[in-house]
Each structure stands twice: as structure tokens, then as C-alpha cells.
């Protein structure tokens, strides 16, 4: 192993940005190259200003001009720069100009390593506030074959572009720092990412893990760091397990949204999710090719026991993969702050799949008592773009009656405005339900599955009882009610 990887516990405190760079610089074995479209070449100018960098800097260029960046990097054909395909073609370009032009003969202790950015920052206006993708690719062994590779989205949140350069600059640094001496810690690697960065200054939205020295490391619970580090308010990832981007995966799509425990998927959920989504796409307005589904759990259903269980995040996960859902975890407890999430990427249709229980809370009026404008203002948020509300039934389990819009029980103060969204279409009943299943709910399938009871199996979609069997998923004792309830007052001091 190269002394790259020798542990100084000198550096453990954080150091500053002066000490990380030159402590790459004065490791004899980290050599590489900077490539940044765009925000100037603040990275690089961290290390040539440290001392030492001769050592370190194989090459630093600007790609800038978009004519030389498509000479050396590919023509885009959709125009499209800040994206990343274009850094990975980076990466990779500037990696193989690494291994083709430094003799390994010369240099067999080498540790190669290409680091790469393509941003836009704040626009003349003000108005967009810019956005980028920081990735390296790097060697933490002397000829390693397969690299390893980090790759994040960033978003600016500051007013000026010279500030949003500086911060870009830091990020780069603690990025390449953390990527050789940081890499077996990945969850520490993502918190050093703010290192001399206020938290109000940018955001992290999506990041992945790949290559031999993160095999284990699921990129799914790296997405769940990103929210309990308050690095942003929502993420995704696909049915194979990788990080999505929200605003790429949202932009210009029509949304079909279905929020639940999911603990675990039940047939009920899916039968939610089909009946609604027939439903959305006969709509003259939805294209089924731009049209997205996504599976969404809060925050604070994660944290329904006190602190976030991640084995019981990673079970449902796995489950919800296994279907080809693309699930979002998100912040909002309330809808209309997902739909305003929504409403950032897209100003195409919306759909909400919920259950009679879910839109009784929706017009509950102490969620928005925090609010100025009340559930008038919330629901101004909710309903005033192109959304529909798809409300499957429930039955009432005491007098065995089939709950749906047209009898649904809403405070007395909010029946005329319930009245006024109803009649206006924009709660519309899913009247081709199965009834055979409406007894069905996850929180009695959990217990069967913990109790070790019988007769669970067949309250699932096809193949997911095997799964769940197969994985030994959901099947830690639950704690006691007493215990439960001390852990959850702990967590909440």
C-alpha cells in the first residue's frame, strides 16, 4: 500500500484548506490533472498557491471556449455542458492522458488521479443561481486497474459569482483530500465536503460511490446522508441503486407521485400506484414518455421510532428497487411543499396517489399554522398549478362503510373549502379498486413479519414475501413499548 494511505492523526482535526493541499503536494505519490469548465480554475489555484504543486499538477486547463472543449471532449449534441456525461468523458479523457504519457517504468509508485468540474454560476439576472458537477477519478494503489471514482451535484445558493468560484474551489479541495485520505470513511468524506463552507452557501444534492475501494458501499444510504446532514431537502435513486438527480430526473416531466411507509410495499400500494397511474396517462395533457413515477417516504416517517434505523430504510429500499420503482426521500411533511419541490423542475401535470386518511390531514389546519397565510396559503402552493389529487378508498373498520370524496369527513370550518377543490376536479376517486384487499395495511404486515405470525405472505406483491424471507428483511425484534418510548424521548432531548 503506497504511503498515500499512512495515517497521520496530526490531520484528524480539520485542517485548513493551505494544509490539505499541500499535504497532497508533499505526498511524493499523488500526481494529476485539473480540468474545470467554467467558475474559473479555482481548484487548481489552491494547490499552486500552497507550495509544491510541481509534485502534484500533471496539467491544469480551462476548457472553456466550447469549440476547444468539443475538440477535446465530444461535440454535445443536445447543447447541454453542465451535465454529468460530459464530466465523466472528462474524467475519463484526462485519466487516459495520464497512463498513456507517464511512464509507469519511471514512475511505478505513481497514484494517478483526474479531477474535473463542468458549473455555471449566477446569471446577469440573478435569477438562476447556477449549478455543477464535481467529480475525480483516482488510483489508491500503483497501477490499479479498475479506479475508483466520486462524483456530486452541486446547487449555489450565494449572489455573486466570484463567491460561488471560492466555494467551488474549496469543495474541489476537500474532495480530492477526502478522496485519498478519507476514502474507507465515506460518511465522513461527505460531512468534509463543507469543511470552511457554510451549509447556506451551497447544496449537495446528489452523489455517487464507485470502483474496488467502495464495492461496499451502497450508494442509497450515501443518498440518505446527504438529508440527515442537511445538505439538501430531497433525493433519489433508481431501481438499480444509484444516486439520481432530482432536477434532472423532474425536469419538464409529468409527475405521478404515491407517499407511504412502504414498511413493507403491500399489494394495497400497488394497486394504489396502477389504478392511479391508468388514471394519469389518459389524461389529454400527460405524454407517457415524459411522465415519471415516483415512490416517496419523508423524513419523518424514517424517523417514526426516534432516530432513523438505516437497516429498516436499506429493507424497504431494497424492496421498492426490486418492483423498478424511483423513490425519493424527502423533507417535506407536508404535500404542499413536495408540490412546490415539483413545481421547481416542472410546470407539467401533477399527480398525488393518497389515501382517504392523507387528505383528511391535508385539510387539517393545525400543519400550516406556521404559515402567514394559513391553509389558504398552503393550499394556494398545492392546487394553483396543473394537480390532481387520485383518492383511493378506505373502509371504515368499526361500521364497514367505503370511505371516498363524496363522504369523507372534514373539519367543519374546511367543508366548503373542500367543497370548492372537489367540485373543481381536482380530487378525483379511484372507483376500480380491489376490494378483496382494502384490510390490508403495512404497520399489521410488519408485525406478522416480527412476531414470526403466518398468513402475511399473501398481503404482498408477487415475489416480495420470497425476498423478504430470502434477506431476513424486518425481522429485528421490535423493542418494547416502555424501551420504545424512552429511546424516542432520549432522541428527541
Not at 502534484?56 to 471556449?65: F, L, V
Not at 456525461?85 to 488521479?113: C, G, T, V, Y
Amino acid at each position: 500500500m503506497a504511503s498515500v494511505l499512512k495515517r497521520d492523526p496530526s490531520f484528524e482535526n480539520i485542517p485548513s484548506i493551505k494544509a490539505k493541499t499541500l499535504r497532497i503536494n508533499l505526498n511524493p505519490d499523488i500526481y494529476g490533472t485539473f480540468a474545470e469548465i467554467g467558475a474559473g480554475q479555482e481548484t487548481a489555484r489552491h494547490f499552486f498557491r500552497s507550495g509544491g504543486a510541481s509534485g502534484t499538477i500533471a496539467k491544469a486547463m480551462s476548457a472553456y471556449d466550447k469549440d476547444f472543449s468539443d475538440a477535446i471532449y465530444g461535440v454535445e449534441t443536445d447543447g447541454r455542458y453542465v451535465t454529468q456525461p460530459r464530466l465523466k468523458r472528462m474524467l475519463a479523457h484526462e485519466m487516459n492522458l495520464m497512463e498513456e504519457r507517464i511512464s509507469r517504468d519511471q514512475h511505478p509508485e505513481r497514484l494517478f488521479f483526474s479531477y474535473a468540474n463542468t458549473v455555471a454560476t449566477i446569471d446577469f439576472s440573478k435569477r438562476y443561481k447556477g449549478h455543477g458537477w464535481v467529480g475525480i477519478r483516482f488510483q489508491l494503489e500503483p497501477g490499479q486497474k479498475e479506479f475508483d471514482e466520486i462524483i456530486l451535484h452541486i446547487r449555489f445558493k450565494q449572489n455573486e459569482a466570484r463567491l460561488q468560484q471560492e466555494t467551488l474551489g474549496t469543495v474541489g479541495v476537500n474532495l480530492i483530500y477526502g478522496a485519498f485520505y478519507k476514502y474507507d470513511k465515506p460518511r465522513k468524506l461527505l460531512r468534509y465536503l463543507y469543511d470552511h463552507i457554510d451549509k447556506d452557501t451551497i447544496e449537495i444534492d446528489m452523489v455517487n460511490f464507485s470502483g474496488p475501494n467502495f464495492k461496499d458501499v451502497d450508494n442509497r444510504l450515501m443518498s440518505l446522508q446527504l438529508i440527515r446532514n442537511d445538505m439538501t431537502d430531497a433525493v433519489m435513486f433508481g431501481p438499480d441503486g444509484n444516486n439520481l438527480l432530482p432536477a434532472a430526473e423532474l425536469y419538464k416531466k409529468n409527475i405521478l407521485a404515491l407517499r407511504g411507509s412502504f414498511r413493507p410495499v403491500t399489494k394495497v400500494n400497488t394497486d394504489m400506484f396502477h389504478k392511479s397511474y391508468d388514471i394519469f396517462i389518459r389524461d389529454a395533457s400527460v405524454d407517457q414518455e415524459k411522465t415519471i413515477i415516483i415512490f416517496e417516504i419523508t423524513l419523518s416517517n424514517l424517523k417514526a421510532s426516534g432516530e432513523i434505523d438505516e437497516q429498516d430504510f436499506m429493507d424497504r429500499a431494497e424492496l421498492l428497487c426490486s418492483l423498478g420503482q424511483t423513490v425519493m426521500i424527502s423533507k417535506f411533511q407536508e404535500y404542499y411543499k413536495l408540490v412546490e419541490y415539483f413545481n421547481n423542475y416542472t410546470k407539467a401535470k401533477i399527480g398525488l396517489t393518497m389515501g382517504v386518511n392523507n387528505l383528511v390531514d391535508i385539510f387539517d389546519e393545525k400543519y400550516y399554522r406556521q404559515l402567514s397565510g394559513g391553509i389558504l396559503e398552503a393550499f394556494g402552493k398545492l392546487f394553483f398549478k396543473d394537480l390532481q389529487v387520485y383518492l383511493y378508498p378506505m373502509k371504515n373498520a368499526e361500521t364497514g362503510q367505503i370511505m371516498t370524496s363524496n363522504n369523507v369527513k372534514v373539519h367543519p370550518r374546511m367543508k366548503e373549502l373542500y367543497k370548492f377543490f372537489k367540485y373543481n376536479g381536482k380530487v378525483m376517486d379511484i372507483i376500480d379498486y380491489d376490494p378483496e384487499i382494502m384490510h390490508i395495511f403495512s404497520r399489521d404486515v410488519l408485525k406478522k413479519i416480527m412476531n414470526h405470525e403466518e398468513g402475511w405472505e399473501e398481503m404482498l406483491p408477487e415475489g416480495i414475501a420470497e425476498m423478504i424471507k430470502s434477506k431476513k428483511l424486518f425481522t429485528r425484534k421490535q423493542l418494547p413499548e416502555h424501551v420504545a418510548k424512552t429511546e424516542k424521548e432520549k432522541a428527541a432531548k
